[in-house]
Every structure is written in C-alpha cells, then in structure tokens.
C-alpha cells in the first residue's frame, strides 16, 4: 500500500490518539501489537521449518538418509541465494549486528525489506540442513517490525529505538517461551542503555510473544526437571566455565577469520558449489552438524547419548561405543562454528545463537562425561549439559543474564541457579578479557561503530566522522611564494592552510599564527616559499578513526582542528567545535 494512503488512513486515528492517549499508554499499547506480530512470526518460521523437515525425512527411505542429508544443504543455500538475487537486488544483511547499526546510525529505522527476508532464506536455509539457528532471523523480523510499527504510527526516535528492543525480546521470548531471557537478550545484545521506565514496554512485547508461543506453538525445546546440585561439584563448575571461556573465543576467531575468507570471493556461485560440497561433507561425516542441532541437546539431555552416531560413518565401530560417541561429539562440537560459518557464507542464512547452545550442551557432555570415565568423582551429566549451553552463550554473545535466565527458564533448571551464575559470569569475564565484543559486534567495534561500555561513548561511536570533515579550508601548494600567501590570508576566512602538492597529499601545514612575522617581511615575499614555512601537524585523522579516539587525541596535543587524509590523500579538516556540536545534537535526539 502507498505510503501517501497508509498516512492519510492513519491520519484520524493518530490525531485521535494525541488528544486522548498519552504517550505512556500509548507505547504499552504498540508493546502489544509488536509483541503479538513478532510472537506470529517467530511460531510462523518455527512450525514451518519443522513440519517441512518432516516431510523431506518422509520422502527419503530411512538406508538412503545419510546420503540425502548431506546432500540437502546445497539445495537450501542456493535457494537462499537466488530469492536473494532476484528478490531482494543481492541485499541480505545477516545476523543482529545490521540491527545494531540501523540503531547507532540510522535512528533505529530498519528496511522493510527485513519484514520478510530474513523468515525467507532462513527457512530455506535451515529446513535442507544449512548449520546455522534461527534465533537471530527471528530477532531481526521482530526489530523490523518493532521499528516499521513506530515509523508507521509516528513514534520519536527513542521509542521507535525501544520498539526495535521490544521486537527483538518478542522474538527470541516467542521461540524459546522464554519471556524473561527475551528481555535480557534485547537489552544486552542490542540495546546499548535503558532507563528503568523502559523495561515495562519490553516486558508486556516479551510476554505477549510469550503467550502466542504457548497457544500456538508445541512447547519449548528442552525439557528438564532437576532438583538439586552437589556443593562438591564446584570445581568442576569452574573448570568447565574456563572451557567453554576457550571454546567461546574459538568460535569467534574461526567465525571472523572465515568471513575475511570468504570476502575474497566475489562469485556467489562459486561460494554456493564450494561451500555446499564442504558443508555436505561435513554433515555426512558428522551427521549432528545437520540442522539447528536442537534434536542433539535434547537426546543428551534425555541420556540417549549413543544416539549420536545414528547415521554416521562411524556406526560400523558400535562395539566401542564409549570411544565413538566421545569422538563424534568433540568433532561436532569443534565443527560446528565451521559448518555455520559455511553455512552463512555461501549464501544461507542463520545465526550463532543456537550453534552456541549446541556446542554448549556438546562440550558440557563431554566434560562430564570425560570426569566420569576418569573415576575423579561421578558427576550428573545432563547438568553439565545444561551449563555448558549457558557458558558458551554467555561467552559466544556476550550476554550472561540471558544465559542465565534463559537455560533456567527453557529447561526447568532454577535449582541450577547457582551453578549458572558462576558458570556465566566466569566464562563471560574469561572471553571478555581475550574477545572484548561479543559475535553480534565484534566487526561493528572494528568500524568504530559500537561502544557499549556507557552512554557517552555510545553516543561518540553513532557520530560519522566523514559527516563532520570541513572542507573549507584553502589548500596551498609548497612552491606558492610568501607574497601569493599574503594574497590567500586575505580572500580567507580561515587561519589555517594545507599544505598539499598536485596529487593532492598531505605535505605540512601553514598557521597564520606562526608566520605572522614573516607577513611584514616584504623583502622575502618572492623568495620564501610556503615550504619554507609549512609545520608537520600534530596528528592526523582517517576516516575509519573511531570518535573517541579522534576527540582523545585533539585533547593529547591540544589541537582544536586536525587534517583528515583519506587514501593518501587531503580530505579537509576536522574540528574539536564541530564533535561536541555534533555530541549535543545527538544527545539532544536520544532524549526527545
């Protein structure tokens, strides 16, 4: 529908609503609406892929299925591709950290086209076997909803920001029946700050996404009904804190080093052939890879743990069948990350939440199971499990309350509080000191893009330096003469010249402050060249630069402007006045 009759629609309602209805029911209300769209989507994309997985395992006879599964995945990418290409123009931003971009630089509006591409190539993705969860597309179409809801309905940019959150919490409340978990993931993941008022709109999106889950979806994924935890096991907590810590940083290593990887290649079907084969072989060596992985979790929290090697290679050596489950489980546990990341890149679309609770309950299986082996102590296995999945969540994204509450609320496990609290937060503290962003925004924070450590610095890292380069200044060349310079001083409204030669880069810099002197020397004014009088700058901006660290270094060496150089090349100046101009006025929109 046209944007001009959508308005003209709403335009009685919305002056309706400004004469009756403060603003404070009124963003309850659209915590509502958002709450019960994102809550549909997310039982939508879940039941679909699920009853769709159905029927592919129907069609193919039980002998033929290990061939199938690894053949499946190419299908799904190159779906994923092609309703990309020529659906979405080759546009499909991936994952949480675009949504945390649109909130930083683009005042928490995000495209439309989100609405429906991210549920699109997910479900083709994950329903033939792409590795990857659904978390994260789920989450983004919440975002898209919360914010197109608030641009629609004329919301400021601040609650349209917390819309975003309320969509994101719905999401991940709706798949996980999680209500809870959905707040604490919107508020560590992608919201930066929230006042406490705030929380109340998160909580009813949360809640009534929750709601719609339980009328509509079967249940949450993991069952687990525990009663108690020995006080003895406390090492053993600690020590499987350090190793998911370990694993966390493994994952988001080989995840950003596989991306770089895959950058290099332009050609989208080269990624599709090359990463589908890989990705089947995989699955086909270690059948667990084949999908989200939540069937995994939940036999080993069952105790079926010898289900494992159902369908692999490895079947044939039953007969060691300690041995065998242990070695397909550290496979897949080690694999995983390389199999999303394949995933991801080639084409298909998916996220590293649930790859992160399934090489959680993997490692936290095969810790305990390793311990119980040993004869050290015996140790309850579906436990570590269950903390396994918190610890590498905690560390993967950098979001240990959700972690907590989340494990607690999907598996029953509240008698386990204890152990998830030391788990978490051990494992978050561990990855944070070698990883210090999370997965979500560890390239955001590369950019200069992300601060979340508090509000001054977020709001520094939303300023884009290339907005505020001056370009005003007139550049000199160094064989001007002192007498064409007199000439420039006097057409100028600045006091301060670059110095550049004909290719345009930096050669120094002329202040009128430090050659007045020579002003009034008119014997020297065609034998003293600019070069003679040109100084080297105090320092020097690139665009990439991160704010903070720009306004820091003005601060160092007491500069009120500094050049900007661009490629090698002049760009303009950058100035002290023009950053704190800039910091108002963007405190100024995040307070409206």
């Not at 596989?258 to 050609?267: T, V």
């Not at 609320?409 to 978050?428: D, H, K, N, Q, R």
């Not at 057409?491 to 880069?505: I, K, S």
Request: hydrophobic share 50%.
């Amino acid at each position: 529908m046209p944007k001009n009759v959508i308005h003209r629609l709403l335009g009685p309602l919305l002056l309706w609503r400004l004469r009756y209805v403060n603003d404070r029911v009124y963003l309850i209300v659209l915590s509502i609406v958002v709450g019960l769209l994102a809550g549909l989507a997310a039982v939508l994309l879940k039941n679909s892929v699920h009853i769709s997985q159905e029927l592919i395992f129907a069609w193919v006879p039980e002998q033929y299925r290990v061939f199938a599964l690894s053949l499946y995945p190419i299908i799904g990418i190159s779906l994923s591709v092609l309703f990309t290409r020529y659906v979405l123009g080759g546009k499909l931003s991936r994952g949480v950290g675009p949504i945390v971009y649109n909130i930083a630089r683009q005042g928490s509006i995000v495209p439309r086209s989100k609405l429906y591409s991210q549920m699109v190539t997910s479900f083709l993705t994950v329903t033939f076997g792409g590795s990857a969860g659904l978390e994260a597309p789920i989450s983004v179409t919440g975002s898209a909803i919360g914010s197109n809801v608030g641009r629609i309905l004329r919301v400021g940019r601040r609650e349209r920001r917390l819309l975003v959150g309320c969509g994101a919490a719905a999401g991940v409340a709706a798949i996980f029946n999680s209500p809870i978990a959905g707040v604490l993931f919107a508020v560590e993941a992608i919201l930066s700050e929230l006042s406490a008022p705030f929380f109340i709109p998160l909580l009813i999106s949360s809640a009534t996404a929750t709601v719609v889950s339980k009328l509509l979806y079967a249940g949450q994924p993991f069952v687990l009904i525990t009663t108690a935890w020995p006080v003895e096991a406390i090492p053993f907590y600690l020590m499987l804190a350090l190793f998911t810590a370990l694993l966390s940083v493994y994952m988001i290593r080989v995840y950003f080093l596989a991306e770089r990887l895959y950058e290099r290649w332009p050609n989208p079907f080269r990624k599709i052939v090359v990463g589908g084969v890989a990705l089947g072989l995989l699955v086909f060596i270690f059948p667990p890879l084949y999908g989200e992985g939540y069937n995994i979790v939940q036999l080993l929290l069952s105790g079926q743990s010898e289900r494992l090697v159902d369908g692999s290679l490895f079947a044939v050596y039953r007969d060691d069948s300690v041995l065998l489950v242990l070695l397909v489980a550290i496979g897949s546990m080690l694999l995983k990350v390389v199999a999303t990341t394949i995933t991801v890149g080639s084409g298909g679309n998916g996220g590293m939440f649930g790859s992160s609770l399934f090489v959680g309950a993997l490692a936290g299986f095969v810790y305990a199971r390793v311990i119980n082996l040993s004869g050290m102590a015996p140790v309850p296995e579906v436990h570590f499990i269950v903390l396994g999945m918190a610890g590498m969540l905690a560390g993967v994204v950098h979001a240990p309350l959700t972690a907590i509450f989340l494990i607690a609320e999907i598996t029953g496990g509240y008698a386990l509080f204890v152990p998830l609290m030391a788990v978490t937060s051990c494992s978050y503290l561990v990855t944070k000191y070698f990883e210090p962003y999370s997965v979500y925004t560890r390239k955001l924070a590369k950019q200069g893009i992300y601060m979340h450590q508090d509000r001054d610095r977020g709001l520094l890292s939303q300023l884009d330096l290339h907005h505020l380069i001056q370009n005003d200044f007139v550049p000199v060349r160094p064989e001007n003469t002192l007498g064409e310079l007199v000439d420039i001083f006097r057409h100028a409204t600045r006091n301060l010249f670059p110095v550049v030669n004909e290719q345009g880069e930096l050669l120094g810099i002329v202040s009128l402050d430090t050659v007045r002197d020579a002003l009034f020397d008119d014997d020297h004014y065609t034998t003293t060249l600019v070069a003679d009088l040109m100084t080297q700058p105090p320092a020097i901006v690139n665009p990439d630069d991160m704010m903070l660290d720009t306004l820091r270094c003005m601060e160092q060496v007491g500069a009120w402007a500094l050049p900007v150089v661009e490629n090698g090349r002049y760009a303009g100046f950058l100035l002290k006045s023009a950053i704190l101009a800039a910091y108002r006025r963007q405190l100024l929109k995040e307070s409206d």
